[in-house]
């Protein structure tokens, strides 16, 4: 999740590069990332962020998995386009 805002955010102007990493651990542990982006991003038909460039989507897939595997949850959301 942060190389996917790291990646994110170089695409965009030195002062407007920011990334906010949260984690709480009570009741559950919980992680979020969040960060600016030009508005190029696509959701499939479950939510999901996808990308049509060589060598992207591995990271999401990753938590995906780690998600299934834990009985945990994983929530995307694109805002402000």
Request: contains cysteine.
């Amino acid at each position: 999740a942060i190389e996917n805002a790291i990646h994110a955010v170089t695409k965009l102007p030195e002062n407007e590069r920011i990334i906010r990493c949260k984690c709480i651990h009570r009741p559950k542990l919980m992680f979020s990332v969040s960060n600016p982006y030009i508005c190029e991003i696509n959701l499939d038909e479950k939510g999901i962020p996808t990308s049509e460039e060589s060598g992207h989507g591995i990271g999401i897939r990753s938590i995906i998995a780690y998600c299934e595997k834990n009985d945990a949850v994983c929530d995307f959301k694109i805002e402000g386009c």
